[in-house]
């Protein structure tokens, strides 16, 4: 079927670490993959997000990478700050024109 | 542009009655999703309509029906409430499948029902 997979479910880093998230996909037409971040009590916001012609893409602190060939996509975040701590999800395009999400990642910041 | 509002913020259903969750968007994006969030969960798509007078079933449709009659307006249907759809309801919108062309949510619909 459709589906993302996201590991791991939580992460603890201490403040200025690097956190990684990792998210494998199921659909080979899959072209587009956004990371939305999720503050407690709000809505999903977008922080990065890469078409499947790119293998890479930075944004400050923020990067992703994918894989196309091994169907796999990860967030990279240096510098971790206690404002970071959120739950992250990844998502990839399915047929259709369908958005699915990964079940989250629940990032804690130590400070 | 006031993005994608939705309504009500808060609901309490008894079992069996019916309501209709909207969703409103007026940024004259083609594409709108109706997601439900458990709690401790991820987003799951219910339904979705690339165009008005277009809609198709995502993950979990069941128990839901959805209707398009403008590009504006994506409003959620439940006929017969259950325990089971207890959750936060999340509508969204977006202009294409370009990068940098986001997913823009809404504030989300809390609904219980006992």
């Known amino acids: 079927g459709e589906n993302v997979e996201q590991h791991p479910s939580t992460l603890s880093v201490q403040e200025g670490d690097s956190a990684v998230i990792k998210c494998t996909y199921s659909d080979s037409a899959s072209n587009y993959f956004p990371w939305y971040k999720q503050e407690l009590g709000k809505r999903p916001q977008l922080i990065i997000d890469i078409r499947s012609n790119v293998g890479e893409k930075k944004d400050q602190r923020i990067a992703v990478t994918l894989n196309k060939t091994a169907k796999h996509f990860s967030l990279h975040i240096t510098e971790t700050q206690p404002e970071d701590s959120a739950v992250y999800f990844c998502?990839?395009?399915?047929?259709?024109?369908?958005?699915?999400f990964g079940a989250g990642t629940i990032l804690r910041v130590k400070s | 542009n006031a993005g994608v509002t939705q309504t009500p913020k808060f609901r309490i259903l008894k079992i069996g009655q019916s309501m209709t969750l909207q969703c409103a968007q007026d940024?004259?994006?083609?594409?709108m999703y109706w997601y439900r969030q458990d709690p401790g969960m991820g987003l799951k798509l219910i339904y979705y309509s690339v165009g008005a007078g277009i809609t198709d079933k995502g993950e979990v449709p069941n128990g839901y029906n959805v209707s398009r009659s403008t590009t504006e307006d994506f409003p959620l249907r439940l006929e017969l409430a259950a325990p089971s759809q207890t959750s936060v309801y999340f509508c969204a919108s977006s202009y294409s499948w370009e990068e940098n062309s986001p997913l823009h949510f809404g504030n989300g619909t809390r609904l219980t029902v006992t």
């Open positions: 998502a990839a395009s399915m047929r259709g024109n369908k958005l699915v």
């Open positions: 940024m004259n994006h083609n594409y």
